[in-house]
T-cell receptor, first 110, second 113 residues
Framework: QKEVEQNSGPLSVPEGAIASLNCTYS??????FFWYRQYSGKSPELIMS????GDKEDGRFTAQLNKASQYVSLLIRDSQPSDSATYLC??????????FGKGTRLSVIA | DTEVTQTPKHLVMGMTNKKSLKCEQH?????MYWYKQKAKKPPELMFV???????INESVPSRFSPECPNSSLLNLHLHALQPEDSALYLC????????????FGPGTRLTVT
């Protein structure tokens, strides 16, 4: 099974800063990439999906995909303490509908 | 509406009990999933149902038995579980299987004593 790799963190950023979360994947044929946010004790919540190279913006979130480098990132602008959570990168691989990275724990300091 | 519901929210069961977890979605999704998540780990896929048929079983022990009575409902029957099966059990659904966005329910926190 192909892998999805993330830095587990914790990543600490001050309130109002840009948080940058990164993910690499090994399956070259992957076409779909997803970012989930998971608060402690809660279930994953889909916050972004991206299917083509380039940037996709939704409010304070921007997903960036570079298929040549097999790299996908999530930028959170104007980070708020409520953004403190674990962020999971995921992509289909082979017969597995979704392979998750181990998650990056983000802490936004007020 | 992207809501997936799960019941119960919490479940404590002994190793000799039989219990069931339930999941429901009314989004017209035709793929449904069961995941298991341990603390500080990502979700692990257990089962996939596509058009009410079991399409993926990730070598899950037979003490876990999935059932898909119709396109909106997914059950997970539990029998003779072990303490190491204690985890958050997540249900998810997507329009079709593979490459589609999956939406998760709130999960059932299971404790096996």
């Amino acid at each position: 099974q192909k892998e999805v790799e993330q830095n587990s963190g914790p990543l600490s950023v001050p309130e109002g800063a840009i948080a940058s979360l990164n993910c690499t994947y090994s399956d070259r044929v992957s076409q779909s990439f997803f970012w989930y946010r998971q608060y402690s004790g809660k279930s994953p919540e889909l916050i972004m999906s991206i299917y083509s190279n380039g940037d996709k913006e939704d409010g304070r979130f921007t997903a960036q995909l570079n298929k040549a480098s097999q790299y996908v990132s999530l930028l959170i602008r104007d980070s708020q303490p409520s953004d403190s959570a674990t962020y999971l990168c995921a992509s289909p691989s082979g017969n597995t509908p979704l392979v998750f990275g181990k998650g990056t724990r983000l802490s936004v300091i007020a | 509406d992207t809501e997936v519901t799960q019941t119960p929210k919490h479940l404590v069961m002994g190793m000799t009990n039989k219990k069931s977890l339930k999941c429901e979605q009314h989004m017209g999704h035709r793929a449904m999933y069961w995941y298991k998540q341990k603390a500080k780990k990502p979700p692990e896929l257990m089962f996939v149902y596509s058009y009410e048929k079991l399409s993926i079983n990730e070598s899950v022990p037979s003490r876990f038995s999935p059932e898909c009575p119709n396109s909106s409902l997914l059950n997970l029957h539990l029998h003779a579980l072990q303490p190491e099966d204690s985890a958050l059990y997540l249900c998810a659904s997507s329009l079709r299987d593979s490459s589609y966005e999956q939406y998760f329910g709130p999960g059932t926190r299971l404790t096996v004593t």
